[in-house]
């Protein structure tokens, strides 16, 4: 019996390309990043900062404002975490409808005294920046906003979001596990200074994702400690392959850009004109745009 997967949000297949690059990593390419006094760990560095500029070419930032993680959650952990931590009596702007990794912090928080406003969306999903321009306060520290929904898919007001949070000193974290390699993202443009990323959204492997941290944010810190790795900030042994795996998917997503946009908006278009002539009153939950 064939099966139709159709669960690519949640995760999506490891492409054969990108496996058949991680595979020399596995056996002679062993070498650990962090030894720096043989060739073996050189040549794993070295491969290591490749897919770090792999990576921050699809986010228009620095390679070195990358440290790669396990993947979107933790880097919503080390983001929000390190900068609320921070301040006493901080308050922080987030939405209802975020992922599960970004509300469980914010359940945390709450129970460590820090104050967390939840903006509910339209009901297309999008959220209304005079709501969030509400709820500022002198106190407000971070504004967390998911770039694409998880769910049902809608897109949010980034760039305008960023604007506020720049004219209003505030600093902005963006969760785009699912936007990646799937619509534009300009971390300088679009004003953003914390930005998680997942590779498994995008054919890549499981278990590895990356943060960027605008180099303007001075004093990150770890959340937990054991080793200097990726700046002292995510200690630990990295995970060569998978980073070798996740700079490929991030290559390999930045050159069919168009191509795929172009082809996914395609056969969206088919599968809703097909469900509108046969389904009297089909509502659309969320955004189309």
């Known amino acids: 019996m064939n099966k139709i997967y159709l669960d690519n949000n949640s995760t999506t297949q490891l492409d054969p390309i990108i496996l058949e690059k991680m595979i020399p990593f596995f056996t002679e390419k ?11 760990g050189w040549e794993a560095e070295a ?36 900068i609320l931590r921070e301040y006493k009596n901080a308050h922080m702007i987030t939405m209802e409808t975020e992922h599960k990794a970004v509300l469980d912090v914010c359940s945390h928080l709450e129970k460590n005294g820090v104050e967390i406003s939840y903006i509910k969306p339209k009901s297309d999903g999008i959220v209304m ?46 969760d785009a596990a699912q936007s990646l390699g799937k619509i534009s993202i300009d971390v300088k443009k679009m004003n953003i200074n914390l930005l998680s990323l997942s590779s498994h959204k995008i054919y890549g492997p499981k278990g590895v994702g990356a943060l960027f941290i605008d180099n303007k944010i001075k ?18 042994t990295l995970p060569v392959p998978l980073i070798v795996g996740f700079g490929e998917a991030c290559k390999i ?20 004109d097909k469900l509108k002539n046969n389904i009297d009153d089909l509502i659309i939950n969320g955004d189309l745009n």
């Open 47 to 82: 491969y290591v900062e490749k897919a770090r500029t792999k990576i921050s070419s699809i986010i228009n930032s620095e390679p070195n404002e990358l440290i790669f993680t396990s993947g979107a959650t933790e880097s919503n952990n080390i983001a929000i975490l390190n």
């Open 219 to 236: 004093n990150f810190k770890p959340i937990y400690w054991g080793g200097n790795q990726e700046r002292g900030i995510r200690p630990g």
């Open 30 to 40: 062993f070498g650990n990043p962090s030894s720096k006094t043989h060739s073996f």
């Open 253 to 272: 997503a930045y050159n069919n850009f168009e191509s795929e946009h172009k082809n996914i908006l395609r056969l969206r278009n088919i599968l809703l």
């Open 129 to 174: 920046i005079e709501n969030i321009i509400k709820n500022i306060k002198s106190n407000t520290k971070l504004i967390s906003i998911m770039h694409a929904n998880n769910e049902i898919g809608v897109i949010q007001p980034i760039e305008e979001i960023g604007t506020l949070c720049k004219s209003e000193n505030i600093f902005f974290h963006v």
